[in-house]
């Protein structure tokens, strides 16, 4: 079940301070982000502009609310009976990175009780202060949009860079990683890069697994909203043969790829 912060008690709050977190809204019983059921909080702020942002709601950096970590975490431990075995909970976005120091107290936290932690993250951010994150972070899910450094900065406005160093690090540290791909038609599905990006990253032996999602038009009443052009509008969602091209391609590479 997913909750806009209005609904929440804590969105009163609305200082800034090493104890709240700036998130945009959280959904319960999660079955996408992660393995299990996990608890999903959306947070506030990214410097990515990517062409196809399916919640441009959830760019500006000063935008949404900021909840109480504490808080946060009894959200977690009520819910804690139903996470399992591979449940838990994950920080998606906007994008988390920007808020590394807060998330890293909530993560502690989490593992203090217990709780699985996840992250959902671009990479836009590779340092030590990210690393401390990620030594707390039991599951990466790393969005790699483009494998081509040009391409990537017109889809989303800057380099990969530190996408693909955040991706090696992780790799030498020998914790778990799933991979993210948005197949998007006249973007991200050539063939020749779809095959260098499957290359790139065929011997990590990190990669638990391979997210190949099609593109799709559900976030274009956002941009509406917000009074904001629409960039893909005219985009067709990834035919059946492009879906195949990209899934086939990945699983020359990978063992465990899912088309979503």
Same mark, same amino acid.
């Given at each position: 079940?997913?909750?806009?912060?209005? $609904?929440?008690? #804590?969105?009163?709050?609305?200082?800034?301070? *090493?104890?709240?977190? /700036?998130?945009?809204?959280?959904?319960?019983?999660?079955?996408?982000?992660?393995?299990?059921?996990?608890?999903?909080?959306?947070?506030?702020?990214?410097?990515? @502009?990517?062409?196809?942002?399916?919640?441009?709601?959830?760019?500006?950096? &000063?935008?949404?609310?900021?909840?109480?970590?504490?808080?946060?975490?009894? /959200? #977690?431990? %009520?819910? &804690?009976?139903?996470?399992?075995?591979?449940?838990?909970?994950?920080?998606?976005?906007?994008?988390?990175? =920007?808020?590394? +120091?807060?998330?890293?107290?909530?993560?502690?936290?989490?593992?203090?009780?217990?709780?699985?932690?996840?992250?959902?993250?671009?990479? %836009?951010?590779?340092?030590?202060?990210?690393?401390?994150?990620?030594?707390?972070?039991?599951? =990466?899910?790393?969005?790699?949009?483009?494998?081509?450094?040009?391409?990537?900065? &017109?889809?989303?406005?800057?380099?990969?860079? #530190?996408?693909?160093? =955040?991706?090696?690090? @992780?790799? +030498?540290?020998?914790? @778990?990683?799933?991979? %993210?791909?948005?197949?998007?038609?006249?973007?991200? $599905?050539?063939?020749?890069?779809?095959?260098?990006? #499957?290359?790139? !990253?065929?011997?990590?032996?990190?990669?638990? @697994?391979?997210?190949?999602?099609?593109?799709?038009?559900?976030?274009?009443?956002?941009?509406?909203?917000?009074?904001?052009?629409? *960039?893909?509008?005219?985009?067709?969602?990834?035919?059946?043969?492009? /879906?195949?091209?990209?899934? +086939?391609? !990945? &699983?020359?590479?990978? $063992?465990?790829?899912?088309?979503?």
């Amino acid at each position: 079940m997913y909750f806009p912060l209005q $609904d929440i008690e #804590a969105a009163k709050l609305n200082v800034d301070d *090493p104890e709240h977190l /700036r998130i945009h809204s959280i959904e319960t019983f999660g079955t996408h982000d992660g393995p299990g059921i996990r608890l999903v909080i959306f947070v506030q702020g990214c410097q990515f @502009r990517c062409l196809y942002c399916q919640n441009p709601d959830t760019l500006d950096v &000063k935008g949404g609310t900021m909840v109480e970590i504490d808080e946060l975490v009894k /959200r #977690a431990l %009520r819910q &804690k009976n139903y996470f399992g075995k591979d449940g838990g909970v994950t920080v998606s976005g906007g994008e988390p990175l =920007l808020q590394r +120091s807060k998330l890293l107290t909530f993560f502690q936290k989490l593992h203090a009780e217990g709780i699985n932690t996840c992250l959902d993250t671009n990479g %836009r951010l590779n340092n030590d202060q990210v690393h401390r994150l990620l030594d707390e972070t039991d599951l =990466l899910l790393l969005d790699v949009k483009h494998i081509n450094e040009e391409i990537h900065k &017109k889809l989303t406005g800057l380099t990969n860079k #530190a996408t693909l160093g =955040l991706a090696e690090y @992780r790799e +030498s540290t020998g914790k @778990r990683m799933w991979l %993210r791909y948005v197949l998007v038609p006249g973007w991200t $599905d050539q063939p020749q890069y779809i095959e260098e990006w #499957a290359q790139t !990253f065929t011997d990590y032996k990190t990669v638990d @697994r391979v997210e190949i999602i099609p593109f799709h038009q559900l976030g274009e009443h956002k941009w509406k909203l917000m009074n904001m052009e629409y *960039p893909l509008k005219d985009t067709p969602t990834p035919s059946e043969e492009t /879906r195949e091209m990209a899934e +086939s391609t !990945f &699983k020359k590479y990978f $063992d465990n790829v899912i088309l979503k």
